[in-house]
């Protein structure tokens, strides 16, 4: 069983469109990171959310950690076609790293 | 680049075999995480390191085991390979002990045959 559910797992869009992928579990986690990974290569780091209700933006990308702590949410707008890839959401949780099971995400231009 | 290194970055070997995956972290960074990945199992926590002493265990099979060198670059060592150790494995790092972010290598893509 998954620490942290992601939905939705797969998601195809047409670039320009909004769309948003969610990331849930039942635990409470000290901090909460978003990753995306591109086939054959690592995950790299895109934001690092810590306290409770904290909404961070990286231009067209709006993450949002839950007021308690066990959630977030990843909102792109108008999406483009370089950002395909796999999403994942991590929690750090005494001192182990869970990950969520992805989101697939392919937008078609 | 994340400046975590993998070596090798590819790897083909026979069932039963011994491999030894190497990484070095970020400069700085004193803690290391060994992942695996499978296409049916996601991103599965093997073990961390930090400045040389094991500080948390995952899912690591007892077939497998992995140290921290002083220099702290670190190795994952799997015994007994089974075709279903075919996966991408991945060393991230980070500067403390408790894990806050991580920055991830490349991975090695181990194929048992």
């Known amino acids: 069983t998954q620490l942290l559910e992601q939905s939705p797992q797969f998601l195809s869009i047409q670039e320009g469109e909004n769309l948003t992928v969610y990331c849930n579990s039942s635990s409470v986690f000290s901090s909460l990171q978003w990753y995306r990974q591109e086939p054959g290569e690592g995950p790299v780091l895109l934001v690092t959310?810590?306290?409770?209700?904290e909404v961070k933006k990286l231009k067209r990308l709006t993450f949002q950690f839950g007021d308690a702590r066990k959630d977030s949410s990843l909102h792109i707008t108008a999406a483009q076609t370089g950002d395909t890839g796999l999403y994942l959401c991590a929690g750090a949780n005494f001192n182990k790293f869970y990950f969520g099971s992805g989101t697939k995400l392919n937008v078609k231009p | 680049d994340s400046g975590v290194t993998q070596t090798p970055k590819h790897l083909i070997t026979a069932t039963g075999q011994r491999v030894t995956l190497r990484c070095s972290p970020r400069?700085?960074?004193?803690?290391v995480y060994w992942y695996q990945q499978s296409l049916d199992q996601g991103l599965q926590f093997l073990i961390q390191?930090?400045?040389?002493?094991?500080?948390a265990k995952g899912n690591i099979l007892e077939r497998f085991s992995a140290q921290q060198f002083p220099d702290l670059h670190s190795e994952l060592n799997l015994s007994s390979l089974e075709l279903g150790d075919s996966a991408l494995y991945f060393c991230?790092?980070?500067?403390?002990?408790?894990?806050?972010?991580?920055?991830f290598g490349q991975g090695t893509r181990l194929t048992v045959v």
């Open positions: 400069s700085g960074d004193l803690s």
């Open positions: 991230a790092s980070s500067v403390g002990h408790s894990l806050r972010e991580a920055f």
């Open positions: 959310v810590v306290t409770g209700g």
């Open positions: 390191y930090y400045n040389g002493e094991e500080r």
